[in-house]
């Protein structure tokens, strides 16, 4: 399943439910801005003194600027980097919710959109099951 993920948006429900325990091949496609920055989804480092004195207001303090971000159903205790992609695991089972990397004040200028596509992590969906040949 695909979902494309605006920078504008604080929030972005990607309509695939995921179940806990079961791990998903995360990737992403695209590029989007900060501002004039331009940036694919693994993010950037601060870029100017700005960026470095609000870096512990963000979202995820520890997290690039502009990364992929997910969580369950919008749960702060669920976030996780994806970043240009990764296989995970869900911690809970919910909606994927995700959303650029940003300080929630400044997402009136930002640009661009990525497409994050979720599928089943290690499954071959060309292999038939139960097939002994």
């Known amino acids: 399943m ?3 993920i605006s920078s504008r948006a604080v929030w972005v429900d990607t309509g695939v439910r ?3 325990g079961t791990r998903y091949q995360l990737s992403v496609a695209g590029r ?17 003194i700005f960026q470095r004195w609000t870096e512990r207001w963000r979202r995820q ?3 690039p600027w502009f990364a992929l971000i997910g969580a369950i ?10 970043g240009d992609g990764r296989v995970w695991r869900a911690t809970a ?3 994927l919710t995700c959303f650029a990397h940003d300080l929630r004040c400044f997402y009136f200028n930002n640009s661009g959109c990525v497409v994050l596509r979720v599928e089943l992590a290690g499954v071959d969906l060309n292999t038939s099951i ?4």
């Open 2 to 4: 695909e979902a494309t």
């Open 18 to 20: 995921v179940v806990a």
């Open 32 to 48: 989007w801005k900060d501002a004039g920055i331009d940036t694919d989804s693994a993010g950037y480092r601060s870029a100017n």
């Open 61 to 63: 303090p520890d997290a």
């Open 73 to 82: 159903d919008r749960r702060r205790q669920t976030q996780f980097v994806i």
């Open 93 to 95: 089972s919910g909606t």
């Open 130 to 133: 139960g097939n002994d040949d």
